[in-house]
């Protein structure tokens, strides 16, 4: 039950629509992507990390199977 109080939070500020219910998963994708440029930030360079963030942002499992768990639930 307690995941349903992030999403209705996300549907309240992004409206009552399923954009507004898909948005809460865009949110933690973008912030897991800025997390993990950080992290790989840390040890290696720039571009090293950017092309980490790149493969990882578009990886199958991040692009379809990670948010269809909030939606399913």
Known sequence: MF???PIAWSVRLFG???EGFRMF???IS???LIAFYL???LRVSA???LAAMTLLGTNLWVLHFSRTG???I
Request: aromatic content about 10%.
């Open 47 to 49: 571009p090293a990390a």
């Open 70 to 72: 909030w939606e399913n």
């Open 25 to 27: 998963v865009v949110v």
């Open 16 to 18: 009552d629509s399923v």
């Open 3 to 5: 995941s349903i109080y």
């Open 39 to 41: 992290a790989a930030r």
């Open 30 to 32: 973008v912030l897991m």
